[in-house]
């Protein structure tokens, strides 16, 4: 069943705040293999991709790519989510 919009609202603020703490804790991106992503998933991190919260850094494979928090996402988690 697809999700609601305020549970689609919810899981991109989770995901963006995962991008934060991931990218504070290590200074890097999270790798995403696309398969092992449900739809609503992959449309979350293309939405907030194109919004210019999260940049795609390398494309390690056909399947794979680095996803990290951009500038605007940091002050988007800093002075909305946190």
Do not use: C, Q, W
């Amino acid at each position: 069943m697809p999700l609601t919009i305020p549970e689609r609202k919810k899981l991109r603020d989770h995901l963006l705040v995962k991008l934060y703490n991931i990218y504070f804790e290590t200074g890097e991106g999270n790798k995403v293999e696309s398969m092992k992503l449900d739809l609503e998933e992959r449309v979350a991190y293309t939405y907030l991709r194109d919004k210019g919260l999260v940049k795609e850094i390398i494309k390690t494979g056909v399947r794979t790519v680095e996803l990290r928090i951009s500038a605007v996402g940091i002050d988007y988690v800093e002075e909305t989510l946190l």
